[in-house]
């Protein structure tokens, strides 16, 4: 017999696909439409500012990253080698313009950082993913290890793991290994674990994001689902106020 929190989990997938769940724009729809062509143009879109985005609304972000790409006189800054010849006061001119940086400081060096360390060691995003051969774990490795220091906020569990989805959402990385993506425990996924019943409402306030992560992987595995293949269900389920029911 079926584990009823799995049927639950293919009742989330389906409402999500047929769009039963409510509003389900994800912040990072709001982006220029790049073409196929414009693979390091992508990678660059979607990494950089996702390394500002620590307690601050999603849309409120990626609206700003929009704006700050289509205005001619800040798009730079999602051309590493651009940053690299930068001084900082440039660069958070640029970056507070259209409030992508928040932060005068922290924000603008972290994006230096990651810029440098792109351009420095692999020259472009694009030569980061082919150097992993598209494998994700390879990609963890380089990110949360080898070269950690190099990617402030990016290489943390949560953000890593959401961004990796980001890319083969938005930048067509076709990442092997991809179930080893974990699902990212915020707010409302660690609502959603307790709603479902795969934590329980007191575990949902001494367990680590890690452990969260770890119950959804021993769920799902041997059931045809990726962790992170529910994030985006659990998180409009949660958003849009549970609207969806499972009943």
Same mark, same amino acid.
């Given at each position: @017999?079926?584990?009823?929190?799995?049927?639950n989990c293919?009742?989330?997938?389906?409402?999500?696909?047929?769009?039963?769940l409510? +509003?389900?724009?994800?912040?990072?729809?709001?982006?220029?439409? /790049? *073409?196929?062509?414009?693979?390091?143009?992508?990678?660059?879109? =979607?990494?950089?500012? @996702?390394?500002?985005?620590?307690?601050?609304?999603?849309?409120t972000?990626?609206k $700003?990253?929009?704006? !700050?790409y289509?205005?001619?006189?800040?798009?730079?800054?999602?051309?590493?080698?651009?940053?690299?010849? @930068?001084?900082?006061?440039?660069?958070? #001119?640029?970056?507070?313009?259209?409030?992508?940086a928040?932060q005068?400081?922290?924000? %603008?060096?972290?994006?230096?950082?990651i810029?440098?360390?792109?351009?420095?060691?692999?020259?472009?995003? *694009? +030569?980061l993913?082919q150097? !992993?051969? $598209?494998? =994700?774990?390879?990609?963890?490795?380089?990110? +949360?290890?080898?070269?950690?220091k #190099? =990617?402030?906020?990016?290489?943390g569990p949560?953000?890593f793991?959401?961004?990796s =989805? %980001?890319?083969?959402?938005?930048?067509d990385? &076709? /990442?092997?290994?991809?179930?080893?993506?974990? %699902?990212?425990?915020?707010?409302?996924? !660690?609502?959603?674990?307790?709603k479902? #019943?795969?934590?329980?409402?007191?575990?949902?306030?001494?367990?680590?994001?890690?452990?969260?992560s770890?119950?959804?992987?021993?769920?799902?595995?041997?059931?045809?689902?990726?962790?992170?293949?529910m994030?985006?269900?659990?998180?409009?389920?949660?958003? &849009? #106020? /549970?609207?969806?029911?499972?009943?």
């Amino acid at each position: @017999m079926e584990d009823p929190i799995i049927n639950n989990c293919y009742k989330l997938l389906a409402a999500y696909k047929t769009g039963e769940l409510g +509003q389900t724009t994800m912040p990072e729809d709001t982006n220029p439409g /790049f *073409s196929k062509k414009q693979t390091e143009e992508r990678l660059c879109y =979607f990494s950089l500012p @996702m390394a500002l985005n620590y307690q601050r609304d999603s849309y409120t972000l990626w609206k $700003n990253a929009l704006k !700050t790409y289509e205005d001619t006189e800040t798009r730079d800054v999602f051309c590493v080698q651009a940053v690299s010849k @930068m001084t900082e006061q440039e660069v958070r #001119g640029k970056l507070q313009k259209h409030k992508l940086a928040l932060q005068p400081n922290k924000h %603008i060096q972290t994006w230096i950082r990651i810029s440098s360390t792109i351009d420095v060691e692999w020259g472009s995003f *694009s +030569q980061l993913i082919q150097s !992993t051969s $598209n494998d =994700f774990l390879q990609l963890k490795h380089l990110l +949360q290890h080898r070269h950690k220091k #190099g =990617f402030p906020y990016l290489s943390g569990p949560k953000i890593f793991n959401y961004w990796s =989805f %980001i890319l083969s959402s938005y930048c067509d990385v &076709n /990442f092997s290994n991809k179930e080893f993506i974990e %699902i990212a425990p915020d707010t409302h996924i !660690t609502k959603c674990s307790v709603k479902l #019943g795969v934590i329980t409402e007191d575990g949902a306030g001494v367990l680590s994001r890690d452990e969260i992560s770890e119950r959804w992987r021993e769920l799902l595995d041997g059931h045809g689902i990726t962790p992170i293949e529910m994030h985006a269900p659990l998180w409009f389920w949660s958003k &849009n #106020g /549970f609207i969806y029911s499972l009943q």
